[in-house]
């Protein structure tokens, strides 16, 4: 059974990374901080399934990553070599982006979402011996990460590999995402949870506001604040979750629309930069600048409506991944058996057997005999 309250969060999280991409108002990365609440719900998930399959959940889970990114891959890496990438061995590490894959000018900007990819894929390789690791050793696992940010920012680690600066920014919240599925967040008393989630998170904030980035005080570009501060987030978004939010349901369009979104949501996510990155000269060229609030917020509908497109067009492929029967616009309602038999049309009585005028004996004539005979 799914939570709601876990796909109400992604749903929120998707929505807020649309918007901030083309908004790129820096309090929406305060407010939500959308990247590690999606990599805390796919820790969750991901430990969910190491436990019902083993080892073997690691190649499940790059079968449900991988084949929505071919599809963006067949179309933008021809269209990028055509317009100055140079093809190379590098190329095919948009089959599996264990590091980023070359881009040209335009398409390093359009296709910047990638990473989310990159930093998923180590993550679920590293999953299995981590989650071993977690379960005899919770506490200093978690710790290890951001112990790993810390040296990074004060210099310790002088110039890490890119991927080891990101299991230092995002790890941590994949392993909250263990912490969630074992319960272990669930246990801790109010008394625990709450105040650890306010010192960590003023640890985060403090941070943040003393070393504002070149976009202000947006997180993205204050690596340690963004861990802090998300870490926090988490302990209470996630840690306190409810076992659903029913609501969400009574709300049919609502409803539907977090179902769709989570079906979706890698599709959504990898697809809706291309169309930020399009709509931004188009706007400009009837009259509106990209901070002009008209301007802003038609191309933020123009971005979703493009999206929907998109996704109803390819959304299908994560369908296919993840073996179920493909659908253009997932979330339909499903009738239980019990109603299908009920609408059900019933068969017509026996001419006569209203009136007694079939008796116990009597010979009724077969439908296709009778049809035969022209009756």
Known sequence: MRNRYLDLLRFLAILRVVTYHVTGYATLTLVFPAM????????????????????????????????????????????????GLAFGPKVLLWLFPISDPPANYWGG?????????????????????????????????????????????AGILANPPTVLREFGLYFGAWLLGFAHHDGLLRRMRNRVLLPVAAVVGAAGLAWIFTHPGPRGYDINDIPLGNALWSAAFILVAIGRAPAGVTWVDRVPALGRAVTVV?????????????????????????????????????????????VGVVTLMVGWVEDVAARRTPELLPGRPRRTVAERAAAAPASPAPAGAQDGLVGAGARIPSPRRAVDRGD
């Open 36 to 83: 590690s609440v999606m990599f805390a719900l796919a820790g969750s998930l991901m430990a969910a399934s190491l436990d019902r399959s083993g080892v073997g959940a690691v190649g499940r889970r790059l079968r449900r990553l991988l084949p929505s990114l071919w599809v963006v891959a067949a179309v933008f890496v021809p269209a990028m070599l055509l317009t």
């Open 109 to 153: 900007l359009a296709l910047s979402p990638i990473w989310y990819l990159r930093d998923y894929l180590w993550f679920v390789l590293a999953s299995p011996f981590v989650l071993w690791l977690f379960r005899r050793a919770p506490l200093p696992t978690l710790a290890a990460p951001y112990l790993l940010l810390v040296a990074i920012e």
């Open 262 to 306: 989570n079906r979706r949501a890698l599709t959504i996510y990898l697809w809706h930069m291309p169309f930020v990155v399009a709509l931004t000269p188009l706007v400009g060229l009837v009259g509106w600048s990209p901070r002009d609030p008209v301007g802003l917020w038609l191309r933020v509908g123009l971005v979703f409506a493009l």
